[in-house]
């Protein structure tokens, strides 16, 4: 039986739903002391479920996608925000998957009769990618002929009267995000490089819980290959791990060893277990000696393979 499908998981759904229903309806109507109550105690459960001996017994808090995928076609972006966990401000690069990786994906999803409910097109910023409006055209003909239910969706800044001549070029059965920012300070941001690995209060985290982008957004494939999200595949070009899957991972594999490297240094891992709000771009020790080592020699990384015409 797949894990999104097992009773336990339906568990874990209508617990979401519950705690969905509170935060965004009964928590508005609390007294201030008694939702600061709630957050502490809710602190507390979250730190002890993700310890290693209770992870092992109940598993992972959150499971990554098998049915959404976002595509992190390039790495260049026209706004550089603060926080980027693209790391196009602080590490900024023109790299891109090409129209025959697009291809090889294709093809190799219908080779495996693999269902996607979401593929999404984003980035970086994608509309900057030369060959946008061609590999847009390739999924919409892929979803026409072999996945009819598949929502196709594109993440767009905005910025720009270039972003958004192509924004207006696209089809209208396309589902576009645009987030609309006009500067790169945007007090929304997570703070991606703040390392949970570097704070003394995930010293006792089993980081292959997780956080909900991969169970929600889903997993993610880049120039370089398939990660449990695209966030581990922009920290991968940072760091060097060299460790993107070239094939599509099976259904049972959750990519927990991914999930622990990865987590250990990103941002949104913290976002799940802590409530910090900070506008300033924060950088932890271990981001700092990354991006420094990345200035000195870039990581050169295995790529995903290219499929010809």
């Avoid at 370089?224 to 060097?240: K, L």
Wanted: charge should be positive.
């Amino acid at each position: 039986m797949s894990p999104e499908h097992s009773p336990m998981e339906h568990v874990r759904q209508v617990r979401r739903t519950l705690w969905r229903s509170y935060v965004f309806g009964l928590r508005q109507h609390l007294p201030g002391r008694l939702r600061a109550d709630i957050g502490r105690l809710y602190g507390a459960y979250v730190f002890w479920r993700i310890r290693p001996s209770v992870t092992r017994l109940l598993g992972p808090r959150y499971r990554r996608s098998r049915d959404r995928i976002d595509l992190d076609i390039t790495w260049d972006c026209n706004l550089k925000c603060d926080h980027c966990n693209r790391s196009c401000k602080q590490a900024p690069t023109k790299e891109q998957m090409t129209v025959g990786q697009l291809r090889q994906f294709l093809t190799e999803t219908r080779q495996r009769r693999h269902n996607w409910k979401k593929i999404q097109l984003i980035g970086g910023e994608p509309t900057l990618h030369p060959d946008f409006e061609e590999m847009l055209h390739m999924v919409l003909e892929f979803r026409g002929r072999y996945a009819h239910k598949t929502r196709i969706l594109v993440t767009s800044n905005g910025y720009g009267p270039k972003v958004n001549e192509v924004l207006d070029r696209i089809p209208k059965n396309v589902v576009v995000y645009n987030t609309r920012k006009n500067s790169p300070q945007n007090d929304h941001f997570i703070h991606f490089n703040l390392a949970p690995r570097d704070s003394a209060e995930y010293a006792r985290a089993d980081f292959s819980n997780g956080c909900c982008v991969t169970r929600d957004a889903g997993i993610g494939l880049t120039p370089y290959g398939y990660y449990p999200c695209v966030g581990s595949g922009a920290i991968d070009r940072i760091f060097g791990f060299d460790c993107g899957r070239k094939t599509l991972p099976d259904p049972d594999d959750g990519m927990e060893a991914e999930l622990t490297r990865f987590c250990s240094l990103c941002g949104f891992f913290r976002l799940n277990y802590t409530s910090e709000v900070d506008i300033r771009p924060l950088v932890s020790e271990t981001w700092r000696k990354g991006y420094d080592n990345w200035q000195k020699k870039k990581p050169v990384l295995t790529r995903y393979p290219e499929m010809g015409p």
